[in-house]
Nanobody, 119 residues
Framework: QVQLVESGGDLVQPGGSLRLSCAASANIFRFYTMAWYRQAPGKQREMVAYVTTGGISNYTDSVKGRFTIFRDTAKNTVYLQMNRLKPEDAAVYYC?????????????WGQGTQVTVSS
């Protein structure tokens, strides 16, 4: 069973911080690279950051130095710490494998969590 539950999204002012969480079922967490993605209105979904099972992380250029991804194996949870948020960071954020979990001929996605950055 696939279970990925994102949380932590909120309305925050520019320059503020948020921490997103993604609780996963153990069978889809422990042995996989986990990633955070985001999709803003009218734009394609993009990968923001990923972290391997060994803790190696990588980020898209626009968030480097501001976002940190990390995972807690004991809790089957992956986090995204977002600092110095900008209006262009506003989007629905999703967690998934890298590449995303497949469900038939399409990618599987959870409900996501909304991040709004506005004064």
């Amino acid at each position: 069973q696939v279970q990925l539950v994102e949380s932590g999204g909120d309305l925050v002012q520019p320059g503020g911080s948020l921490r997103l969480s993604c609780a996963a079922s153990a069978n889809i967490f422990r042995f996989y690279t986990m990633a955070w993605y985001r999709q803003a209105p009218g734009k394609q979904r993009e990968m923001v950051a990923y972290v391997t099972t060994g803790g190696i992380s990588n980020y898209t250029d626009s968030v480097k130095g501001r976002f940190t991804i990390f995972r807690d194996t004991a809790k089957n949870t992956v986090y995204l710490q977002m600092n110095r948020l900008k209006p262009e960071d506003a989007a629905v954020y999703y967690c998934n494998h890298l590449p995303p979990i497949r469900a038939g001929s399409t990618d599987w996605w959870g409900q996501g969590t909304q991040v709004t950055v506005s004064s």
